[in-house]
């Protein structure tokens, strides 16, 4: 049976909500989830492939690495992800990759070239805390370096439909019956925050200190690509 | 870890502001393994404008790491020097450990090659 989205209405701390409906979930489900992560989305591949030789760049909240092993050789990636199983995943992959909190990161200013962070701020459960992950994503980039950054659509096209006007939601994953792991279904709830049009540029906007050079929408996500001033 | 890495990372605990103190972070009883990775001569020598030299000499004599002093005038042209770097920053891997913080004594630990940069509440 297919399990609904609902609305998000935990009477808890934006901290709390945080560590038991996205850090805890992804802990539980990385083997399953990672299994179902593995084609980078064009966008970014080709965002990846057009940065110049010699580029140090981050990729916050990098999952099972997907993205980190796009372009090897002529430049580097390295991953940070809050949830320790997925940087064990990384890690066996021989991504270079540590465990970090997106609103806190641990680099020095200007580090980098460039940094990513795809579908990871959508899970931040207010418009502060979400504005200060974009902020720290500034900080660790040179100024002139780039940020790329996707996060879910309200408005989406493909084979998910939200209830309009309710952005903030509880979003089912489940792990089949059957798999190697469960032999009944499993479901958990991640929380999502689902971005409107014009949402995500206006959150760069609001912080400041960048130009956006590229925004769009590409596989029910929202996206900016912008430069740090 | 590599020492590349290691490089780019300072302790991000709250009032700990010294710059002088909070980087670079100081590895303290670390295993250290040598992994072997491709060398491109090109991204080294575009990498050094991102390293900062001085943190990465004092990290590697004190894992007892031949190092230059400074980096040559000429580095594109200066083989055993890229290849000393390679080796230093792309081959070198902090398996386990900690790393300290020489400010505020934060000690941030490194089990199977990863570190662990979360804070506590309190020190957010």
Redesign the interface.
Known sequence: MKEPVVADTLQISEADKEEQYVHAVYNEIAPHFSDTRFKPWPVIERYLLALPKGSLGADIGCGNGKYLGVRTGDIFMMGTDRSESLVEICRERNYECLVSDGLDLPYRDGAFDFAISIAVIHHFSSDDRRRAAIKELLRIVRPGGTVLVFVWAMEQNGRRKFEEGTQDVLVPWVIPAGSKIETKDKVFHRYYHLFCKGELESLFQQVGGNTLEETGYDRDNWFVITRKE | ??L??HN?????VKNCTDPDKQ?PLRFKDVQIEQIEY?P?E??L???LP?L?WTALVKTAKDLNIAIPDSVPEDPASDQEFLQKLHTIIMETHVTEGSMVCDGCSHE?KIT????????A?HE?
Do not use: P, Q, S, W
């Not at chain 2, 780019?8 to 991000?12: A, E, R």
């Not at chain 2, 199977?112 to 804070?119: C, E, F, R, S, W």
């Open positions: 870890m590599r590349l890495t780019m990372l300072k302790c991000h980087y491709e491109n090109e991204f020598v575009r990498m991102r900062d941030y199977k090659g990863i570190a662990n940069m979360l804070l509440e957010i």
